[in-house]
């Protein structure tokens, strides 16, 4: 059974701080990696797909990492703004058809 | 122009009840799924349809029934209420079905179901 676990559970930076929040799965077999952002109260919004043939995606200030055969992912954020608070979900399509999620990292920049 | 949209936003109601909560996807995409998210803000996927066809079903009371009209419309029924239905569920889609390559999933903004 996929479990998928993120850390820090809750990380508090400065603006302008560089990044790194982490995501690992037990289970290699993977289709592909998403990464969401939660709001309080909202749904996800989607930031970045990694295939599981690939090593890596971006967009803006965001970098996403996958090491599959390690069970790994980091999501990078560069000069991070009081905007990119809120909560950060890693999830992974495995085997068995499932989209199996992380329990997020909370993160706030305080300007 | 929201691309997957839920209603209610919000919904309280007795135990015992059966409730509805709706969803619809203008994104063309054949896939939709129904997600519960726990009071310690787990996600866990409760279904899976694919061209109004059930692909997943994971481990959820037969009080919950999907059903889809259509392929943009994905609707969840529960009956007899309980408790620990509280949450949040939220509808998503995705293009292709689970396990293919172009299945980034799009969610919607969540129904917060309260069962006093």
């Known amino acids: 059974k996929q479990e998928v676990t993120q850390i820090p559970a809750a990380l508090s930076v400065p603006e302008g701080e560089n990044l790194v929040l982490n995501c690992s799965f037990t289970?290699?077999?993977?289709?592909?990696l998403q990464w969401f952002r939660q709001d309080p109260g909202k749904g996800l919004t989607s930031l970045l797909l990694?295939?599981?043939?690939?090593r890596e995606q971006t967009s803006g200030r965001l970098n996403a990492s996958l090491d599959k055969s390690s069970g790994r992912s980091t999501l990078y954020i560069a000069a991070s703004q009081p905007g990119d608070s809120a909560t950060y979900l890693c999830?992974?399509?495995?085997?068995?058809?499932?989209?199996?999620f992380g329990g997020g990292t909370r993160l706030m920049v305080k300007p | 122009d929201t691309a997957v949209s839920q209603t209610p936003k919000y919904l309280v109601t007795q135990m015992g009840n059966d409730k509805s909560i709706k969803c619809e996807q203008n994104?063309?995409?054949?896939?939709m799924y129904w997600y519960k998210q726990d009071s310690k803000k787990f996600l866990k996927i409760m279904f899976s349809?694919?061209?109004?066809?059930?692909?997943i079903n994971e481990t959820v009371p037969n009080r919950f029934s999907p059903k889809s009209p259509d392929k943009a419309h994905l609707n969840l029924h529960i009956n007899s209420l309980e408790l620990g239905d509280s949450a949040v569920y939220f509808c998503?889609?995705?293009?292709?079905?689970?396990?293919?390559?172009?299945?980034?999933?799009?969610f919607g903004p969540g129904t917060r179901l309260t069962v006093l």
């Open positions: 998503a889609s995705s293009q292709d079905q689970t396990g293919t390559p172009n299945n980034e999933q799009f």
């Open positions: 289970d290699s077999a993977i289709y592909n």
């Open positions: 990694i295939q599981s043939s690939q």
């Open positions: 999830a992974v399509w495995s085997a068995g058809n499932m989209l199996t």
């Open positions: 994104l063309g995409h054949d896939t």
């Open positions: 349809y694919n061209n109004k066809e059930l692909i």
